[in-house]
């Protein structure tokens, strides 16, 4: 199957489109992931989760708000919290990817009927929103700490963007969101109101939508909003300025710091901004943020944000597994600044990040039928959850069983448009050529800047094993590079061509010169299942190992070790090597014995051995996949024997 091969600039059917940059992102038109674990999410995502969080949205009332606001039905008959806007605007995101990706008539009406119903809300400056501004509410922007009005336009400009790249540029979605900003830099431009949001986003629905549009006006905005923050333009709140990065401005950070969401959604806009600008000073300030984030206050499943009581990231190397929040939304905005970053200037390590957050954190949150969800992800479950009903709403974003609705819902449409755009992350073009970052069963058909065709076929179990095949179905006639991304992760690698003898390659970026067309390109990681021994400054977890096969995180769960055997008594024995039997990772590992009772404590003098455990074989599972088995205890980290 061939795709069309053009679509470089704002008509890319991508969430990414940036004018410029070290590489040029490919769109849903031109990779097509055709099998494998993310086929298999796009799958459940179209078939079930779009039309679950639809349900949920109508039965809710926060669909039915914007037909209260056209009714005069608004404050008294508004129903959820004053973000719930938002969620609406990302199904329409999720359901517009989904379009771009595989026409469907039917959800193509639904999508229609939504729209109809947020335009019919408009005001006729542009303004939309249900919680701010009418008879009974609280006057526009009066309340930019905690109101999210900016924060829900800006998805809103995310949704229309993607309309607008999957080819209908004069929808009627396009054209709400088209308004909507301009009201927006009328209000807020350089003599309007100073104010930012409590919640960034805006900056990065502003940037898309002025790319997709070609408005110049909406970047310049973003810039605005960009500059102003971190000059104490908010309220101080009990959290401190640093909860929504009003505290520093974006330039003089060191770290992302603060809600852990907010901070990945503003440097997003941040590198949005900076690459539009010109303005490398900005790119290199995000840049070394990013780094500090990922070496210092970044789970090993890729997840962010160590507090509970603020959803934000705690100081460098605080990152308790059993206190872990790491909510979902986070590791979205996480794989949106690595991927902005990667496309900026390249750099394996961005594309390591987004593999890490996307197969560890993105994919753990939907149950395998795409119905229920974590919102925050724990790496150590202590206490086994009740059941979750499946007709009620949520109010415990802690549980250990995923639910099928929260009182703040923000994370299964935000799943659900990363998973429908899933696709736009495999690959780039060059002037000189394709690089690969993410491994799936796949056909790109593509076109680099010089207009040259490319059709490659990629071939893999990944990450079932570590074996990629890439067929080069067709080549550009002149000279051209393909690129493939060697994990860190793996500790040896190499790569053929035809066959030719196979090479030796390090981590980083492979680049292979010229394969002709009708050739095979292979690579081959080592996905053998390994111990990760965490830094010794990160206290909570000194002393304990990880399991890690390929990029998959592994788990102990309560449900593999027996009735009686708590996965908090298990200790491994790191001289036998994890293996693997029929796709199951097993280590040797050991039960603790019974405390002694009473104080709890001793000196050296008086420690007494404890006996050596009897060992035996445990099974481990893909951390994405705990919790789709009932109740159950976990735990990443293990001691050691």
Known sequence: MLFPTGHHGAATPAPVVPSTGRFQPLGLDQVRITGGQWARRQEVNASATLTHIEHWLEREGWLGNFDLAVAGGLPGGRRGREFSDSEVYKLLEAMAWELGRRPDGDLEHRFGAIVRRVAAAQEPDGYVGTRFGRPGQQPRYSDLEWGHELYCQGHLYQAAAARARTGRPGDLLVEVARRSADHVCAAFGPDGNQGVCGHAEVEVGLAELGRALGEPRYLAQAALFVDRRGHGVLADIEFGRSYYQDDVPVRDAEVFHGHAVRANYLAAGAVDVAVELGDEKLLDAVAGQWARTQARRTYLTGGQGSHHQDEAFGDDWVLPPDRAYSETCASVGSVMVSWRLLLARGGAQYADAIERALTNVVATSPAADGRSFFYANSLHQRVPAEHVATDEVSKRAEASLRAPWFEVSCCPPNVARTFAS????????????????????????????????????????????????????????????????????????????????????????????????????????????????????????????????????????????????????????????????????????????????????????????????????????????????????????????
């Open 422 to 641: 899933v696709a736009a992350y495999v690959a780039t073009v060059d002037d000189g050529g394709v690089q690969l970052h993410q491994y799936a069963p796949a056909e790109i058909r593509a076109a680099l800047p010089s207009g040259e065709p490319v059709a490659l076929d990629v071939v893999t179990s990944y990450p079932d094993d570590g074996h990629v095949e890439v067929h080069v179905v067709g080549a550009p006639a002149g000279d051209w590079t393909l690129t493939l991304r060697v994990p860190s992760w793996s500790s040896s690698a190499r790569v053929r061509v035809d066959g030719a003898p196979a090479r030796e390659v390090g981590p980083g970026a492979v680049e292979v010169p010229g394969p002709r067309a009708g050739g095979v390109v292979t690579l081959d990681l080592d996905a053998a299942p390994r111990f990760v021994v965490p830094d010794p400054h990160i206290d909570a977890v000194r002393g304990c190992v990880a399991v890690q096969r390929g990029p998959e995180v592994l788990c102990l769960e309560s449900v593999d070790l027996g009735e009686g055997t708590r996965v908090d008594d298990i200790v491994v024995d790191t001289a036998v090597p994890p293996w693997e039997v029929d796709g199951t990772v097993y280590v040797r590992a050991g039960t603790l014995g019974a405390s002694g009772g009473g104080w709890p404590y001793t000196t050296t003098d008086d420690v007494v051995p404890r006996p050596r455990p009897e060992l035996r074989d445990v099974a481990l599972v893909r951390y994405h996949d705990w919790a789709n088995r009932g109740p159950a205890t976990m735990r990443v980290w293990l001691p050691v024997l």
